[in-house]
């Protein structure tokens, strides 16, 4: 992933990035593949995060894309 990103492979990069650093350390909503709900996965990760100590999040909102829900 390191040697992709230095040498200017941006999205080589990306790709190798594991799906279970972003779900782990990411509220990422909604998606189709949690089956209790993104807004109860959202709250459950936000309990978690709050129980290690995090105190101050990093806010990225995303606009909806055109056909989705809002």
């Given at each position: 992933?390191?040697?992709?990103?230095?040498?200017?492979?941006?999205?080589?990069?990306?790709?190798?990035?594991?799906?279970?650093?972003?779900?782990?350390?990411?509220?990422?909503?909604?998606?189709?593949?949690?089956?209790?709900?993104?807004?109860?996965?959202?709250?459950?990760?936000?309990?978690?995060?709050?129980?290690?100590?995090?105190?101050?999040?990093?806010?990225?909102?995303r606009?909806?894309?055109?056909?989705?829900?809002?």
């Amino acid at each position: 992933m390191q040697d992709h990103y230095l040498s200017g492979a941006i999205r080589a990069a990306a790709a190798e990035v594991p799906f279970g650093l972003i779900d782990e350390t990411s509220l990422l909503g909604p998606m189709d593949r949690w089956t209790d709900g993104p807004m109860d996965r959202i709250a459950d990760r936000l309990t978690a995060f709050a129980a290690s100590g995090v105190t101050t999040l990093s806010v990225i909102p995303r606009r909806a894309r055109r056909g989705s829900r809002q």
